[in-house]
Structures are given as C-alpha cells and as structure tokens.
C-alpha cells in the first residue's frame, strides 16, 4: 500500500476545505440547533462532483476509487459529520445499490440525477420493530400483476422526508427466508409513500433522520433491483461498502478532534505556560494522534481491497469497529482538554462529542461488527 495521498486525494481535500470554510463552518452550529437540513448545500457538493464520487464517467459521476471516496467523507466531517454522513449515506447506500444491482435502464435514468444530487437519494432497510433483525421484516410487497402494491414502514431513514428516491427491501417471500426480500426504487411522488416523523436527534442533527411509511403504494415491476429475492443478500453486500463510509466518518470527527484539541492546548494558557507543555495534556494528545493512524490503516486497507473488487467484509467490520470507537474516545478526550470550555456550545469539540457515538451504531452496532469479524476469523 502507498501511504501518501494520491493526487486526486489532495485535490479532494482542499476543495473542500475552501468550501467548508465558506459554506459549512459558519452555519453548522446553526443548523445543530434548529437541527436543520441544508439541501442546498448538498446540491453544491453535487456541482463538485462529491454526490456521485463512485459513479463511472459515463453516467455522469466523478468516477473515482474508495480511497477518493474515504478523503472526501473524512474532509467533509471534520468540517460538520452531519454534512459527512448525509454525503456518504447517499453515495453508499441508495447510489451504490443502484450502481451495483441496477440494469443499464435503471443506471442510465438514475445514477446521472443522484451524481449531481439533482435527486437526493435514501436508503429504507431497518424497521421500527426489527431492527437488525432483518430477516422478519414486517413490510411486504404484494404482487399486483406487473406491479407490486408496497405496505409497512421504515424507520432510521436517512433523508426520509428530503429524498426524491429510494432504494427500498421489501418482503415478498416468507418470514425469515434471506431470499424472501427484493429491492424496489421508489420515487417520491409515488402514490402511497410518503416521508413520517423525523427524528430528534442527540447528535448529527443536520442530516435527516426519519420514517419512510407505505400504504398500498403501488411499484412496477422495472423498478426492482436485479431479480425478486435478492434484495437481503444485496444489502449485506452494501452494508459491507457502508462500514467503509462510516470508518471514514469515524476518521474525519477524530481527526477533527484532535486538531481542535491540539490549536486548543497551544493557546491555553495555565500556570504561565501552554496547557500542551504539561504531561497530563501531551499523553493525551500522543495517545489521539496513535488510535487515530490505527484507525485510517485499517479504514485504508478496507478501501483498498474495495478497490480491487475482492471481498471486504471482514476488513471492513474491522474498520467500522476500530474507527468508531476510536471516534468516541477520542470525542472524549478532547472534550477533557478543553475542560469547562469543551462542554459549552462557543467550542467544536462539545458537537464531535454528540456526533461521535452514531458511529458506533450506524450501520450496525459495535457488538454486531464484532459478530461479523468472529464469524469471519471462525469459518
């Protein structure tokens, strides 16, 4: 593995930090507070080529590799995580399942709009009631004919009520069975779908979270992804992509954790010296700065193994576990260097700290990524 940015990846970085630093910083305690979603920034990140990073050439996207993709999301968090999880839940999730199940028909209509962020995509797998228990999943698709008329709910959406189209599973076999589930894309608009409560979130209050909710919405047969029945083993293959988005998210808050801390402890002031100078302050910076480069190898090494198309699920559980504990810790620590000031609002830190603990649950929980890896090790 090469260890230095490539080329692109520099790019990526300053591009962004120019534009956060004029689109993003000064309003993202403003949109913490009114946990307001800023769509219109993220038509701008579709004008910049970060909505469809992914996406070949052809169909209109930026057409670059994971290692582009992870830069970017990482930049993005450091900035604000909601804006960096909002970005990687519609490149991975939606845009990713249609670019890796989608016929040439449903690539060519789709991927194009969502590469732009002309449509805003979202994702619909978890349940109210089952969570991660997907294989009961309550919501069914009936079939109609050529169509399929939709029925349930789905909850922990994000962009639930902003999403102009989503990726759906739905159950269209018998309880339980892992090729009882398709996925459908369904537009906004559709009769019979509709965007539910939104969420009020601890943290990442600028991406939306909320239900998706379907009542005999009827779905054409065109709009399913690849064949009927196949729709639980593609999300476990997407799922495996996503823990690479959210170690990258992971990466980007740490890493923004740590920067803050690190200007923080040079101004600071205590005892006629910088607060950086005393041991209890330093160690913690040092013990950061080590989990963090723990984390982006692990992160890195998933993403190149994405990018040479071979299997990920172990690599990339590892980093999803890793990372997000990392982000957590370090969120935390932070938090103690700044002391009184890390928990008021006048700082960042307070905000990486909230944001931080969606990491260890998105995506699946730690305790689940741990279920994966000792699966893996164990076969």
Not at 56 to 66: D, H, I, S, V
Not at 275 to 293: C, H, R, V, Y
Not at 318 to 329: G, I, P, Q, R, T
Not at 347 to 357: C, H, L, T
Request: net charge negative; hydrophobic share 40%.
């Amino acid at each position: 593995m090469n260890f230095e940015m490539n080329e692109n990846q520099v790019m990526i970085a300053q591009m962004i930090r120019d534009f956060g630093a004029k689109e993003i910083t000064p309003f993202r305690k403003e949109w913490d507070d009114q946990q307001y979603f800023p769509i219109e920034v993220f038509k701008k990140l579709g004008e910049l080529g970060l909505m469809g990073v992914l996406v070949p050439t052809e169909f209109g996207g930026a057409g670059f590799g994971y290692f582009e993709y992870v830069t970017a999301i990482a930049e993005l968090a450091k900035l604000d995580p909601s804006i960096g999880l909002s970005m990687a839940a519609h490149n991975s999730l939606c845009t990713g399942h249609i670019m890796m199940f989608g016929n040439d028909a449903q690539k060519k209509k789709y991927l194009p709009k969502l590469a732009t962020c002309e449509l805003l995509g979202a994702w619909g797998l978890t349940e109210p009631n089952t969570g991660s228990d997907a294989g009961n999943m309550r919501t069914v698709a009936t079939e109609d004919g050529d169509h399929y008329i939709i029925n349930g709910a789905k909850n922990f959406i994000t962009h639930g009520v902003s999403g102009d189209v989503a990726v759906v599973i739905a159950r269209t076999g018998e309880v339980g069975d892992s090729h009882g589930m398709t996925a459908f894309i369904v537009e906004k608009g559709t009769p019979g779908f509709k965007g539910g409560r939104k969420e009020d979130k601890l943290g990442m209050r600028a991406s939306e979270t909320a239900e998706l909710i379907f009542e005999d919405c009827k779905v054409h047969k065109d709009q399913i992804l690849g064949k009927e029945g196949e729709g639980f083993i593609q999300s476990m293959k997407i799922l495996d992509g996503g823990r690479i988005s959210i170690a990258a998210l992971s990466l980007g808050i740490a890493e923004g954790a740590l920067e803050a801390s690190i200007q923080y402890s040079k101004e600071r002031q205590q005892f006629n010296q910088s607060i950086s100078k005393f041991q209890g302050i330093s160690f913690k910076l040092a013990d950061m700065a080590t989990q963090i480069e723990a984390a982006k190898l692990l992160t890195f090494k998933a993403a190149d193994l994405k990018n040479r198309g071979e299997k990920v699920t172990l690599a990339g559980a590892k980093a999803k576990l890793y990372a997000s504990e990392v982000c957590v810790s370090v969120s935390n620590e932070a938090v103690q260097i700044f002391g009184g000031y890390g928990f008021t609002k006048d700082y960042p830190v307070e905000k990486y700290y909230r944001d931080s603990k969606l990491c260890t649950i998105g995506e699946g929980t730690s305790e689940i990524q741990k279920l994966v890896i000792s699966r893996e090790i164990l076969r």
